[in-house]
């Protein structure tokens, strides 16, 4: 089993930056592919980034190609995503998810661990 608890969401005006981490409990945090999707309000849960379970690949959204970066630190069980020139359309609730494949994984449906979500509130 594994928890997933995000921090760093918040209120940022178009053109800043966040930094997202997801802290992980459980063994074997390596084992695990992980990944960024989010939700704004009436629409799908999106796919934004994903990490493979050393870390050595990554993969991203259309959307957010060039603009977000997703990292992780093994040692401290915690993945990242540094979101960097935000526009109002990248508002929306961010969670953090875990996948048994460890390697690059988008699709929602091959997570099997979630968490809470943090709220990434861009302003015009």
């Known amino acids: 089993q594994v928890q997933l608890v995000e921090s760093g969401g918040g209120l940022v005006q178009t053109g800043g930056s966040l930094r997202l981490a997801c802290a992980a409990s459980?063994?074997?945090?390596?084992?695990?592919?992980m990944g960024w999707f989010r939700q704004a309000p009436g629409k799908e849960r999106e796919f934004v980034a994903c990490?493979?379970?050393?870390?050595?690949?990554?993969y991203y959204g259309d959307s957010v190609k060039g603009r977000f970066t997703i990292s992780r630190d093994n040692a401290k069980n915690t993945v990242y995503l540094q979101m960097n020139s935000l526009k109002p359309e990248d508002t929306a609730v961010y969670y953090c998810?875990?996948?048994?494949?460890?390697?690059?994984?988008?699709?929602?449906?091959?997570?099997?661990?979630w968490g809470q979500g943090t709220q990434v509130t861009v302003s015009s």
């Open positions: 998810a875990a996948s048994r494949i460890p390697g690059i994984v988008a699709a929602t449906t091959l997570y099997n661990f």
């Open positions: 459980g063994r074997a945090f390596s084992s695990y592919g």
């Open positions: 990490i493979s379970g050393t870390g050595a690949r990554t």
